[in-house]
């Protein structure tokens, strides 16, 4: 890093609980539905941008480079909130998603993925799945 | 493992995403109001329990153990559903949180963490923060 680069806001920075490749999670919830969009991964970098550009920023794990959603797509996440949670390792980041969050062209990434799941019944005991 | 232990459904095992430490990440969320509560993990085991049981359990990453939301401190978490990311590496359970979910006895892990963050101005340009 070189004194070029804004930093991240050391009091910030000292409140993350990174991974071993230095990422937090980051949890997209859209603002107003509460409809969560899609999970993604931050580093310091991807946070500060996400907090100082209005715009929302990951680290792609696969691509290994930083990725500011609907720069490609046209799918831009708008930021209105960002917190972080507890012990550090990770953030909800409440947004205004234009079109789809998903790839697929889902509106959210879980769209299509519902598992079989026993559900709790009415008086609160488990079922039968 | 046994043959005494019943696995994950291989179906669901193979769609699964795992980081180097075998985990995926689980985003909560209350089914009704839409907060999301907290970020946790599982492993296949923890989420074999959680497709089965009708309560949410979690493998704790510092304490290295399975963990079942709400046996020590009573904040149950009824399962109402759990949906799998496009990609495999993330999972949304819905719940019915009893009592507050983050262990500081906040709502949800996320309350106390609000930063500092530019926010979109209503034509969709990037703020000032």
Redesign the interface.
Known sequence: PTRDVSPL?PA?AARLKR??AGLV?A?V?QHD????L??GWMDDEALRR??????VTYWSRSRREYWRKGDTSGH?Q??????????G??L?VRV?QVGAA???G?RT?????????????PD????D?
Do not use: I
Request: net charge negative; charged share 25%.
């Open positions: 806001d910030v991974d071993a999670a949890v919830q539905t509460g409809e969560v899609m999970l996400t907090l100082t550009e209005g715009r831009v708008h930021v209105r909130s960002v917190a972080l949670d507890c012990d390792d990770a909800l205004d998903c790839h697929t889902d990434c879980f769209d299509a993925g519902d598992l079989a799941a026993a559900v709790a019944n609160g005991s488990s079922g799945p």
